[in-house]
């Protein structure tokens, strides 16, 4: 779940650099409101930290508590 989330807010700050970079904000007007660059510059970081947050989580090494030692000798062979 956690590497679906990565991906998803990856694709979000994606597509708000893109808009952030060279969309003419002086026109970029969006269910009735003029968005200002520095709105979408906010979203972009806001949106990449989310996805190192949840690629993190979903990317990381999972330690189940203490491993197990075998029973024999035999069995490590």
Do not use: C, N
Not at 8 to 29: E, N, V, W, Y
Not at 53 to 67: E, P, S, V
Request: glycine share 10%; hydrophobic share 50%.
């Amino acid at each position: 779940m956690y590497k679906f989330l990565a991906g998803l807010f990856a694709g979000f700050a994606i597509t708000h650099l893109g808009f952030a970079l060279f969309a003419d904000m002086s026109s970029l007007q969006f269910m009735g409101r003029t968005w200002s660059v520095g709105y979408i510059w906010g979203e972009f970081v806001v949106y990449s930290a989310l996805t190192l947050l949840f690629a993190y989580l979903g990317w990381r090494t999972k330690t189940t508590g203490a491993k197990r030692e075998p029973s024999s000798p035999t069995a490590q062979l």
